[in-house]
């Protein structure tokens, strides 16, 4: 069963940076991703990376956020600059062993809803 525990949440004002860590219990997945849960609003994928690195974001978030990982680390990382209040909420970190095909390869797309593991998420609060 693999474990994911996020930190770096917090507070910060419109126009600042914060960098969310991923901690996964081991590195055998193909797709991990970032989600958020704006409060009152349902969960809404932010951005998604695969085994070879490769990656894709929500509309809201492009130019904005970074995903990484750290493979030797078991570790993926939100890098997130210039926030805006509606980027508050808690951020979920998810990983699957597969994913969804298309044109016969696996691909690992931002929102995917096959995500099996999760972690307990962490609140970035973003005020004006």
């Known amino acids: 069963q693999l474990q994911l525990t996020e930190s770096g949440g917090g507070s910060v004002q419109a126009g600042g940076s914060l960098r969310l860590s991923c901690a996964a219990s081991?590195?055998?997945?193909?797709?991990m991703a970032w989600f958020r849960q704006p409060p009152g609003k349902e969960r809404e994928g932010v951005a998604s990376?695969?085994?070879?690195?490769?990656?894709d974001y929500a509309d809201a978030v492009k130019g904005r956020f970074t995903i990484s990982k750290d493979n030797a680390e078991s570790a993926l990382f939100l890098e997130m600059s210039s926030l805006k209040p509606e980027d508050s909420g808690t951020y979920y970190c998810?990983?699957?062993?597969?994913?969804?095909?298309?044109?016969?390869?696996?691909?690992?797309?931002?929102?995917?809803?096959?995500?099996?593991?999760w972690g307990k998420g962490t609140l970035v609060t973003v005020s004006t």
């Open positions: 998810a990983a699957v062993h597969g994913g969804p095909v298309r044109g016969g390869e696996l691909y690992c797309p931002v929102g995917y809803d096959g995500m099996d593991y």
């Open positions: 081991d590195s055998r997945y193909y797709c």
């Open positions: 990376i695969d085994n070879d690195g490769r990656t």
